[in-house]
């Protein structure tokens, strides 16, 4: 059984730029955290490392693109790559979730925040991960290791 308390990080992945959000499972408020601009593996690898030990990560959520009809996608594999890299990379349980509109939903909230195009470059995956992480803990992510079975 997963843990119930900790901090959770929520990924909004991609190949560029890795949107990551955060929340503590006691509180289940979801924040933004920042945006990871991908470098090398190494520096990946050593940035997730630090990351996962510095903010004591007891789960990673990650946005899983699929279909709408639910099927995977060709980013879903490249998705569960990632996810399967970061959890033997940390040691810290990956869990996929369905982040389908997500990135539309935070373009649209961006948009009405009148932000410049460049703030909103800067700010539109971490917010999209923070809407999908907020989404997993509504469904029940809190205290089930699977809200919505995209395992």
């Known amino acids: 059984?997963?843990?119930?308390?900790?901090?959770?990080?929520?990924?909004?992945?991609?190949?560029?730029?890795?949107?990551?959000?955060?929340?503590?499972?006691?509180?289940?408020?979801?924040s933004p955290f920042e945006t990871y601009t991908r470098r090398s593996p190494a520096l990946d690898a050593e940035y997730f490392r630090?990351?996962?030990?510095e903010e004591r990560f007891v789960r990673f959520v990650v946005?899983?693109?699929?279909?709408?009809?639910?099927?995977?996608?060709?980013k879903s594999q490249e998705t569960r790559q990632f996810g399967q890299w970061l959890g033997e990379l940390t040691q810290v349980p990956v869990e996929y979730f369905d982040e389908r509109y997500t990135s539309v939903e935070a373009e649209e909230i961006l948009n009405q925040a009148n932000f410049t195009k460049k703030r909103r470059k800067a700010r539109i995956?971490?917010?999209?991960?923070?809407?999908?992480?907020t989404a997993y803990l509504e469904a029940g992510?809190?205290?089930?290791?699977s809200p919505q079975g995209l395992e």
Do not use: C
Not at 50 to 53: D, F, H
Not at 125 to 133: R, S
């Open 1 to 30: 059984m997963p843990p119930t308390s900790g901090r959770i990080a929520g990924i909004d992945f991609g190949t560029v730029r890795i949107g990551i959000a955060t929340a503590d499972l006691e509180t289940a408020i979801a």
């Open 63 to 74: 946005g899983l693109p699929v279909h709408l009809s639910g099927h995977d996608s060709q």
């Open 50 to 53: 630090n990351l996962a030990k």
């Open 125 to 133: 995956d971490q917010l999209a991960a923070q809407i999908m992480l």
């Open 141 to 145: 992510g809190r205290d089930q290791q």
